[in-house]
């Protein structure tokens, strides 16, 4: 088997596989784009599986960590049961270390298949469907923002925006280009912003759609707001939609959104898109981190991962002075399997629940400072499919 990185002159092979597999509607122009590159794997001559390898930052602790996102892993189906994809994902561990992406993450359609590369479920992708009456009882802003659609000059400020959000959201993208083109929002059909002093201080992207009601659906991809006024304007905003919508179809970017403001009821539909989480290099991967201020302490780590033996085996995990770091060395008194990386890193779960999933070994206590590290993140978040 032969791996390598795809080229343009593979775009009809990738093309046939992704359409089998994904059913993908149509051809693009180019396969490699800035901020995205892949790999195929070649049997026998040909192109038997490939997968797509998204250039990403994702938030952790405030700080941006280099983030690869894989998506489209196809293996043509004649080919299957001769570890195709198990060899495209060993490849794209090396891949990923190698242009400095210390993280990676996944929508997983088959579980089993990442978990046994060192993928685990580590946060969550979701939408929330809030009938209008529900809108309608939201308490109305003390103060009222004047609104006016987007312009082409809102772009970097309505980036700014978004990262002044999103960096307190533990997983959020920080949707720098080149993989994220921000003229793209443009192209909404409801594009709000509520200029501030200082840039904006909130925006919301939507598109009008049908549902399964008689008069259909605003689709909200965005509502972000940097404080408690402006969020407030922008539920208003959506509540004047009454009588001519059945409900407001709203993506999570900000959970103080729906948690702590919207009119929720009791027992609301929610979708959820689970997404894994793989360290790829963890020395790396701590020190892009921010991680909270602790008293000096260390906790001797073993590192069980052998698809990434570059950072497997005996570690010390050491905050000094403010800072955390990764040094090799140590008794190895806590164990952790490759999966419980992910689930840690992002603040998912705790060493009590690793220890219950049989990913973690080890003495309660000497445990307790990666709790105190990440323990008290909440739910880990994305608002971007790939």
């Known amino acids: 088997m032969h791996i390598r990185e795809f080229t343009d002159d593979d775009l009809d092979a990738v093309f046939r596989l992704h359409k089998i597999a994904f059913n993908a509607p149509q051809k693009p122009e180019r396969l490699v784009i800035p901020g995205r590159r892949g790999l195929v794997a070649e049997l026998d001559g040909q192109v038997a599986g490939t997968l797509v390898l998204n250039e990403y930052a994702q938030f952790y602790g405030g700080a941006a960590v280099p983030m690869a996102g894989v998506g489209g892993v196809a293996v043509d189906g004649a080919m299957r049961g001769r570890g195709v994809a198990n060899a495209l994902l060993d490849a794209a561990l090396t891949n990923m270390r190698e242009h400095g992406?210390?993280?990676?993450?996944?929508?997983?359609?088959?579980?089993?298949?990442?978990?046994?590369?060192?993928?685990?479920?580590?946060?969550?992708l979701e939408w929330i469907e809030i009938p209008m009456d529900r809108l309608l009882v939201v308490p109305k802003p003390s103060e009222r923002i004047p609104a006016r659609p987007a312009r082409e000059s809102d772009l970097a400020a309505l980036h700014e925006c978004y990262l002044e959000v999103a960096r307190t959201v533990d997983g959020m993208l920080d949707r720098r280009p080149p993989r994220?083109?921000?003229?793209?929002?443009?192209?909404?059909?409801?594009?709000?912003?509520?200029?501030?002093?200082?840039?904006?201080?909130?925006?919301?992207?939507?598109?009008?759609?049908?549902?399964d009601g008689e008069l259909g659906c605003?689709?909200?991809?965005?509502?972000?707001?940097?404080?408690?006024?402006?969020?407030?304007?922008?539920?208003?905003?959506l509540a004047s939609w009454a009588g001519t919508l059945d409900a407001v179809d709203l993506r999570i970017t900000d959970p103080a959104t729906v948690e702590?403001?919207?009119?929720?009821?009791?027992?609301?539909?929610?979708?959820?898109?689970?997404?894994?989480?793989?360290?790829?290099?963890?020395?790396?991967?701590?020190?892009?981190?921010?991680?909270?201020?602790?008293?000096?302490?260390?906790?001797?780590?073993?590192?069980?991962?052998?698809?990434?033996?570059?950072?497997?085996?005996?570690?010390?995990?050491?905050?000094?002075?403010?800072?955390?770091?990764?040094?090799?060395?140590?008794?190895?008194?806590?164990?952790?399997?490759?999966?419980?990386?992910?689930?840690?890193?992002?603040?998912?779960?705790?060493?009590?629940?690793?220890r219950r999933a049989?990913?973690?070994?080890?003495?309660?206590?000497?445990?307790?400072?990666?709790?105190?590290?990440?323990?008290?993140?909440?739910?880990?978040?994305?608002?971007?499919?790939?």
């Not at 993280?103 to 969550?124: D, F």
């Not at 793209?184 to 509520?194: F, G, I």
């Not at 080890?362 to 790939?386: E, K």
Request: charged share 20%; proline share 8%.
């Open 101 to 124: 992406e210390v993280l990676s993450a996944l929508y997983a359609t088959v579980p089993t298949l990442y978990r046994g590369r060192g993928w685990e479920r580590s946060g969550v």
């Open 180 to 211: 994220f083109d921000p003229a793209k929002v443009l192209e909404m059909d409801v594009v709000t912003v509520l200029p501030g002093p200082d840039g904006l201080r909130g925006y919301l992207t939507a598109r009008r759609e049908t549902g």
């Open 260 to 354: 702590l403001l919207a009119g929720t009821p009791v027992g609301h539909p929610v979708r959820t898109r689970p997404w894994m989480l793989r360290v790829v290099d963890l020395p790396a991967a701590v020190a892009a981190r921010g991680w909270p201020r602790l008293a000096n302490a260390a906790v001797d780590l073993d590192v069980a991962d052998p698809h990434a033996p570059w950072h497997a085996g005996p570690h010390r995990l050491v905050v000094e002075d403010g800072t955390v770091r990764l040094e090799p060395g140590g008794s190895g008194a806590v164990r952790l399997h490759a999966r419980a990386l992910g689930p840690w890193f992002s603040g998912a779960q705790n060493t009590h629940a690793l």
């Open 358 to 386: 049989g990913l973690l070994d080890g003495d309660p206590a000497d445990a307790a400072v990666l709790d105190q590290l990440t323990g008290a993140a909440g739910t880990p978040r994305i608002a971007d499919f790939f």
């Open 218 to 237: 605003l689709k909200v991809f965005d509502l972000v707001a940097v404080d408690v006024e402006a969020q407030l304007n922008l539920l208003a905003s």
